[in-house]
Every structure is written in C-alpha cells, then in structure tokens.
Nanobody
Framework: QVQLVESGGGLVQPGGSLRLSCAASGSIFSIYTMGWYRQAPGKQRELVATITSGGSTNYAGSVKGRFTVSRDNAKNTLYLQMNSLKPEDTAVYYC????????WGQGTQVTVSS
C-alpha cells in the first residue's frame, strides 16, 4: 500500500520561500514518476511539477523559474523548493506517485499573504 505524507506548508509573505517534503512508503519509490499538484479554493487541482525516475522535470508555466522539484531516492522523499512566492500560489499542495493509477497524499496548506 502506497502512503504519501506531505509536510512543510505554512504562512509566508510574498517574495518568501518554502520547502515542501513528501515522504513515501509502501512502494519502490525510485522507479516511479512523482509530482506536485495544487488546488486553490474554488479551482480545479492543477499540475505544479513532475520528476521522472531518471530525474527529468516538467513545470507549469506559472511556476517555472521559481519552483524546483527534486527527489532523494535513498530517503524515499520528494521535495518542492518554492521561491519568490506570490499570493496566487496560495493553495493546498499535494504529492502524487504515478504507478498506473495515481496515489495522493493528504495535502499541505500553503498561504502567501502579507
């Protein structure tokens, strides 16, 4: 059974930074594509970034150049470094593991506000 647990969310001022983490268990973490998604109030869940088992990355245009996705396969952990945060980045951020079906974490709230 795959379990994903996000951490690192919180309240930050515009222009600030946060680092999200996602700890995975119950699966062979290293061979799967992982991703970060987010859902703002009243909006659909959207892709933020993905990273393949080989380390290839893909970003949504709205976060490119500000966010960096990475993974530590030895620790079964996925990261999202978020810099130059904007109020429109406010959302619940979800970790996902792509293994035929998509497994989701419970989400962590990120609020960007002064």
């Amino acid at each position: 059974q795959v379990q994903l647990v996000e951490s690192g969310g919180g309240l930050v001022q515009p222009g600030g930074s946060l680092r999200l983490s996602c700890a995975a268990s119950g699966s062979i973490f290293s061979i799967y594509t992982m991703g970060w998604y987010r859902q703002a109030p009243g909006k659909q869940r959207e892709l933020v970034a993905t990273i393949t088992s080989g380390g290839s990355t893909n970003y949504a245009g709205s976060v490119k150049g500000r966010f960096t996705v990475s993974r530590d396969n030895a620790k079964n952990t996925l990261y999202l470094q978020m810099n130059s945060l904007k109020p429109e980045d406010t959302a619940v951020y979800y970790c996902a593991l792509h293994r035929g079906v998509v497994y989701w974490g419970q989400g962590t709230q990120v609020t960007v506000s002064s």
